[in-house]
T-cell receptor, first 115, second 111 residues
Framework: GAVVSQHPSWVICKSGTSVKIECRSL??????MFWYRQFPKQSLMLMAT?????????EQGVEKDKFLINHASLTLSTLTVTSAHPEDSSFYIC???????????FGAGSRLTVL | DAKTTQPPSMDCAEGRAANLPCNHS???????VYWYRQIHSQGPQYIIH???NNETNEMASLIITEDRKSSTLILPHATLRDTAVYYC????????????FGTGTRLLVSP
């Protein structure tokens, strides 16, 4: 089955620094990947759609200059949280599916803690 | 995207069937019904999906009403490891189509 891997699984950083989270499709190519954020006891909130070779599409209310998304290859999308602050502490999850497939697979998530 | 309505929580005894309902009265003709679950601090796990016919796999069964306005996910013999938040989502087909999560149903399976 389709496998999506995220790295790192958890990261702690100081306020003001930037953090990069990777999302990889291990056994398929993905022209589209999705990034979500989840706060404690809340549902997943879609942040953006990552498109290979073009700009990401951000959901309303998500700052594109704050959350930089790069989808440079068919198997890798990265989310960079720039100038992170404690309120950016959250669980970040990506998903993707093979082209033409009806099922999206999720990564295990990356927990970011900003001190 | 069509919205879904699910009860916030349900309880089930271990070994019994868990029946999780979902209302999606505004579903469009080409939209599928998907079920995912999320165990604490993990990424969502795909369970099953269907268009209009009932579906069954090794994890669960999906029953969709004839008018497609509601569905039920059935876990035939719930175990403690099935304790999770279950999300019912309607979505058009295609890898570029996003999944929009609602609040889901928190299922607690007890001994």
């Amino acid at each position: 089955g389709a496998v999506v891997s995220q790295h790192p699984s958890w990261v702690i950083c100081k306020s003001g620094t930037s953090v990069k989270i990777e999302c990889r499709s291990l056994d398929f190519q993905a022209t589209t990947m999705f990034w979500y954020r989840q706060f404690p006891k809340q549902s997943l909130m879609l942040m953006a759609t990552s498109n290979e070779g073009s700009k990401a599409t951000y959901e309303q209310g998500v700052e594109k200059d704050k959350f930089l998304i790069n989808h440079a290859s068919l198997t890798l999308s990265t989310l960079t949280v720039t100038s992170a602050h404690p309120e950016d502490s959250s669980f970040y999850i990506c998903s993707a599916g093979p082209s033409g497939a009806n099922v999206l697979t999720f990564g295990a998530g990356s927990r970011l803690t900003v001190l | 995207d069509a919205k879904t309505t699910q009860p916030p929580s349900m309880d089930c005894a271990e070994g019994r069937a868990a029946n999780l309902p979902c209302n999606h009265s505004t579903i469009s003709g080409n939209e599928y019904v998907y079920w995912y679950r999320q165990i604490h601090s993990q990424g969502p796990q795909y369970i099953i999906h269907g268009l209009k016919n009932n579906e069954t796999n090794e994890m669960a069964s999906l029953i969709i009403t004839e008018d497609r306005k509601s569905s039920t996910l059935i876990l035939p013999h719930a175990t403690l490891r099935d304790t999770a938040v279950y999300y019912c989502i309607v979505r058009a087909p295609g890898g570029f189509q996003k999944l929009v999560f609602g609040t889901g149903t928190r299922l607690l399976v007890s001994p």
